[in-house]
């Protein structure tokens, strides 16, 4: 285990690296490892511990990090608080579960000294882990899921698990949206594109934990769709719960259950909004009639 890597006593570093953590003790420590081998080195790292059980603040005390608590168990409370807490210009930020490329930092450091408009940076990821099918497409095939996405939305969505944010323009628009569970990265691009430029480079990967998706493609994009669907039919993020998924070893129990509920609740909503959109129309062409024939009259 590391042996105080990081320094925390920097004044002003040039970035800030948020890691939000809950009960990542299995995970936290390779993170970390890969935060170590970075060739940037004026930077701060904050690990906000989530309101953690097991090992995950001891872990990141033992790494040198700074280590910040945040008592409410949503990532968006987490993230907020890190953001909170940086001190550099630059804020950067992963997942307690992610494994990042050495020229990470050096690359966003440098996009935003050579890009004056931009207010965030970012990349895709792949998983090392999860089932091989969702391996394959997030390595060779998520290109196209990206570029769709920014077709359907006019803007590049970042994901958390590789975002960093000019803090000015973090500040401007409120941080993020604390009342989501899932979904607070997406949201925040959302705003962010309405004060400066986002950007989004394919050779700026990350490799994450496919956990989620350890029973399948399927069943992973479960979890997701509800949100991602609501995003764009109801133009709101959903405020679902989000169970967080502590291990990697396939289990269909209650993990099925859970998002099997949540792509229901959403057909429901859909089903509901729609015959709600029906009776409107119906009793507005009640009106046109009634209005018609007072006309003729």
């Not at 990967?205 to 493609?217: E, I, M």
């Amino acid at each position: 285990m590391g042996k105080k890597y990081f320094a925390k006593d920097l004044v002003k570093p040039k970035i800030s690296l948020v890691i939000p953590a809950y009960n990542e003790e299995k995970f936290l420590g390779k993170t970390l490892l890969s935060v170590q081998k970075q060739n940037f080195k004026d930077f701060e790292i904050i690990v906000v511990d989530n309101n953690s059980s097991d090992r995950t603040a001891a872990i990141a005390k033992e790494f040198g990090a700074r280590v910040i608590f945040a008592p409410e168990k949503k990532v968006s409370v987490a993230r907020q608080a890190g953001f909170f807490a940086a001190k550099a210009e630059i804020i950067a930020t992963t997942d307690a579960d992610t494994i990042l490329p050495s020229g990470w930092l050096s690359r966003i450091y440098r996009e935003f000294a050579e890009n004056p408009d931009l207010v965030a940076f970012g990349g895709p990821f792949s998983f090392y882990s999860g089932s091989w099918l969702a391996r394959i497409i997030t390595a060779n095939f998520s290109f196209l899921l990206w570029r769709l996405d920014r077709v359907i939305n006019g803007h590049w969505t970042l994901g958390g698990v590789n975002l960093a944010v000019k803090k000015k323009a973090f500040q401007q628009i409120g941080g993020f949206a604390v009342r989501l569970s899932v979904g607070e990265d997406a949201e925040i691009c959302q705003r962010l594109s309405h004060v400066g430029r986002i950007k989004f480079s394919f050779d700026h990967r990350v490799l994450t934990s496919g956990r989620r998706f350890r029973n399948g493609l399927l069943l992973g994009f479960l979890f997701y769709l509800p949100h991602y669907l609501g995003k764009i039919v109801f133009k709101k993020y959903l405020r679902m719960p989000f169970p967080a998924v502590r291990k990697e070893e396939p289990t269909f129990g209650f993990s099925f259950v859970l998002a099997l509920i949540a792509f229901l609740l959403f057909f429901l909503g859909i089903n509901y909004a729609g015959k709600t959109y029906a009776r409107q129309i119906a009793e507005l062409k009640e009106k046109i009639v009634d209005y018609s024939s007072s006309f003729s009259k």
